[in-house]
């Protein structure tokens, strides 16, 4: 069985990882330092370090968290069933960039200079991971758009897809993406 966290200790680490997170999208990744989030987070640096050994693992946390959500939320169309039939998709079946732009103090990051490292590796390797182990796609030719190389192709245009798209400032509507 899974063990919560205390309400105040997800609390606080709530905070950390969303000031880091603005500092990050002001600053950029190399210049922010724990002396920074703590300033900025109204906590002392004893607290910052109960929790984690450096902004180091703190951007690990926040990658690792950003990459369940955006799998949950990118499944939703084959959560029941993996088969993904291109024939009959709605554009209701792109409820993941509403998540996207809802979250966009995560996404925004992926775009600037200066990113988290590791940030935009992730989102492309949870693309890859999905395509290959999550969905499997019904269409006119099916074994072609489910082999590996298709796999890497549709994961990097989406992929593409959604930089620009963060680029651009979300200029089209989710369901228009």
Same mark, same amino acid.
């Given at each position: 069985m899974e063990r919560k966290e205390d309400r105040r200790i997800e609390r606080t680490k709530e905070t950390l990882r969303t000031t880091f997170k603005q500092l990050v999208l002001q600053q950029g990744y190399s210049k922010v330092k724990v002396k920074d989030i703590v300033e900025v987070a109204n906590y002392n640096r004893t607290t910052f370090y109960v929790h984690y050994d450096g902004k180091e693992e703190l951007a690990k946390?926040?990658?690792?968290? =950003?990459?369940?959500? %955006? $799998? %949950? =939320? %990118?499944?939703?169309?084959v959560r029941d069933n993996p088969v993904l039939d291109l024939r009959v998709m709605k554009p209701d079946g792109t409820d993941v960039f509403h998540y996207i732009k809802e979250n966009r103090s995560y996404y925004d990051l992926l775009v600037i200079d200066d990113a988290v490292p590791g940030m935009q590796t992730a989102l492309l390797d949870e693309l890859k991971d999905i395509f290959h182990n999550r969905m499997y796609f019904l269409g006119e030719k099916?074994? =072609?758009?489910?082999?590996?190389?298709?796999?890497?192709?549709?994961?990097?245009?989406?992929?593409? %897809?959604? $930089? =620009?798209?963060?680029?651009?400032?979300?200029?089209a509507s989710p369901s228009e993406s």
């Amino acid at each position: 069985m899974e063990r919560k966290e205390d309400r105040r200790i997800e609390r606080t680490k709530e905070t950390l990882r969303t000031t880091f997170k603005q500092l990050v999208l002001q600053q950029g990744y190399s210049k922010v330092k724990v002396k920074d989030i703590v300033e900025v987070a109204n906590y002392n640096r004893t607290t910052f370090y109960v929790h984690y050994d450096g902004k180091e693992e703190l951007a690990k946390e926040i990658i690792q968290l =950003e990459m369940q959500r %955006f $799998l %949950f =939320e %990118f499944c939703k169309p084959v959560r029941d069933n993996p088969v993904l039939d291109l024939r009959v998709m709605k554009p209701d079946g792109t409820d993941v960039f509403h998540y996207i732009k809802e979250n966009r103090s995560y996404y925004d990051l992926l775009v600037i200079d200066d990113a988290v490292p590791g940030m935009q590796t992730a989102l492309l390797d949870e693309l890859k991971d999905i395509f290959h182990n999550r969905m499997y796609f019904l269409g006119e030719k099916a074994s =072609e758009i489910n082999a590996p190389y298709f796999i890497h192709y549709r994961a990097y245009g989406i992929y593409g %897809f959604i $930089l =620009e798209w963060i680029r651009a400032g979300y200029d089209a509507s989710p369901s228009e993406s």
